[in-house]
């Protein structure tokens, strides 16, 4: 996960319906994403986690991305990543590959505000920032 994410924030965001989650047949929890809103029209997508053992199953790809992607149709999508399977998959559905800085400056100051103002969170964005992070934008 790019983030650290206390547990009081994912709790928040289960409650507001934030997070979509994906089980198997015995009604496991096999993964789930973060969509998040962060300014206007800009909503973000986050923590795309599928289980190990069900990964390339199109878990992630094939039913969490989808279904997040078509919840936030009518907004500006903001997603970033180092993984680069989703890196390669995230222009399949229409996304952009942009710099940072590219992004209106109040999302980037909503952006650090509501997502990067743990500790933990710094250090690790900080590590991540030296490996092949990649940012994408889809916009309505």
Known sequence: HLSYRPPDLIERHARAGHI????????????????????????GLSSLYVRPEYRDDGVGRGKLLPSAIKRLSNYNIYAATTNPTIQAFLPTPGFTNVSFWHYPTPLIISLIWKRYTYPAT??????????????????I
């Open 20 to 43: 979509i989650a994906a089980y198997n047949s015995d009604d496991e929890l096999i993964g789930w994403i973060e969509q998040y809103p962060l300014w206007s029209n800009w909503w």
């Open 122 to 139: 710094w250090l690790k964005l900080g590590k991540l920032m030296r490996q092949n992070f990649m940012y994408f934008e889809k916009r």
